[in-house]
């Protein structure tokens, strides 16, 4: 995917890739961008054929990452970051037998040995206030005999 962002940046560099906020991003710097990111990324050990989770709101950010995991030829895994805690947990349990970690320092946790268990409340931070939470299974009232 990220070959057809690149074919835009060979033909139209100055064109605008993306307004966001009131600024306006061109494909050439959007490039830019994708660049460093797909750098920093093989810096801390993401390789071609890993996966990738991200959890970021819709924003130029996300785009670049997700250009950049692609540029790195790994995988990337979309979670929306105001999904409930219980669908988050979900999706991190079932990514797969392999997840990118960055490289492993001796005596030192990898980051998915430290993502707390599910229900652990991990997901406080990145919760809208506004958005109602729904009630657990267990407390919704039963169907009234048909």
């Not at 961008?33 to 810096?43: D, E, F, G, P, T």
């Not at 995991?69 to 037998?97: C, D, Q, T, W």
């Amino acid at each position: 995917m990220c070959g057809r962002v690149e074919e835009m940046v060979r033909r139209y560099p100055d064109y605008i890739a993306y307004e966001f906020m009131g600024k306006c991003t061109t494909y050439a710097d959007m490039w830019q961008k994708i660049n460093a990111c797909a750098k920093s990324l093989k810096a801390i050990g993401i390789r071609e054929g890993d996966k990738v989770t991200i959890c970021m709101p819709n924003a130029p950010q996300t785009l670049c990452m997700f250009y950049a995991v692609n540029m790195v030829g790994a995988i990337a895994n979309m979670v929306h970051p105001l999904s409930a805690e219980s669908e988050i947990a979900f999706y991190l349990a079932h990514r797969g037998p392999q997840e990118s970690q960055g490289p492993r320092r001796p005596g030192r946790r990898s980051v998915l040995e430290r993502v707390p268990a599910p229900g652990a409340n991990m997901w406080r931070s990145i919760r809208s206030a506004a958005r109602p939470r729904t009630p657990p299974p267990s407390s919704i009232p039963a169907a009234p005999p048909a």
